[in-house]
């Protein structure tokens, strides 16, 4: 069966430090994938697409990879900021398909 | 510009009633989406609409739920009559159709009690 996976639910990082969220999926062939970020109450963002022929993609603290042999994305903010704290959800092609997301938590 | 609106923002409804939730998409984005969040489940896609026509809706729960779309700038998802676990956050979402990124309004909040 088709399933996508977001490494946790929840993810505590130092403020700081690197947070790296992880998107899995499986029986899914999609042309590229997105990440999104959510904050309470509000409905997600879109922060960056990354297609099945692009290995990395940058946006000022954040960073996309796409593993299509893995079948995997990670996501990396650098330098995390309470700010940043949200959660995280990524979002393949095939039918526009979203994962359960990952609440980050940046500790100040 | 605007982006998408969706009304109500908030609905507490008893169980058997109906409900309708409204959307403006925004102008000139031609694919018109319904996701619905829960905790357990996650955002699940219920339908989307291309130029105003359905064109897949196999996430639709059951037949209790309904949408339409009867012109570009307006659609409304239906239920009725109304169940305690419908309580959910709806979402309402436009795409340019030569784009890839989804543009979701703020969600109405239903609780069904």
């Known amino acids: 069966s088709q399933k996508i996976e977001q490494n946790s639910e929840a993810l505590n990082i130092q403020e700081g430090k690197t947070a790296t969220l992880t998107c899995n999926y499986t029986?899914?062939?999609?042309?590229?994938l997105q990440w999104y970020r959510q904050d309470p109450g509000r409905g997600p963002v879109f922060l960056l697409l990354i297609r099945e022929n692009e290995k990395e993609k940058r946006k000022e603290r954040l960073k996309v990879t796409f593993d299509t042999t893995l079948k995997q994305s990670l996501f990396h903010i650098t330098a995390s900021q309470p700010a940043d704290s949200a959660t995280y959800l990524c979002?393949?092609?095939?039918?526009?398909?979203f994962g359960t997301g990952t609440r980050l938590t940046i500790i100040p | 510009d605007a982006g998408v609106i969706q009304s109500p923002r908030h609905e507490v409804t008893e169980m058997g009633q109906e409900v309708t939730l409204r959307c403006k998409p925004i102008?000139?984005?031609?694919?018109l989406f319904w996701y619905r969040q829960t905790m357990m489940r996650g955002l699940e896609l219920l339908i989307y609409f291309n130029n105003n026509v359905p064109i897949d809706d196999s996430g639709m729960p059951e037949d209790r739920f309904s949408a339409k779309m009867p012109n570009a700038s307006f659609s409304t998802l239906k239920i009725q009559p109304s169940e305690p676990r419908d309580s959910a956050v709806y979402f309402c979402?436009?795409?340019?159709?030569?784009?890839?990124?989804?543009?979701f309004g703020e969600g109405s909040w239903l609780t069904v009690v």
């Open positions: 979402a436009s795409l340019v159709t030569s784009g890839n990124t989804i543009y």
């Open positions: 102008s000139g984005h031609n694919s």
């Open positions: 979002a393949l092609s095939e039918k526009l398909t």
């Open positions: 029986n899914y062939s999609p042309a590229y």
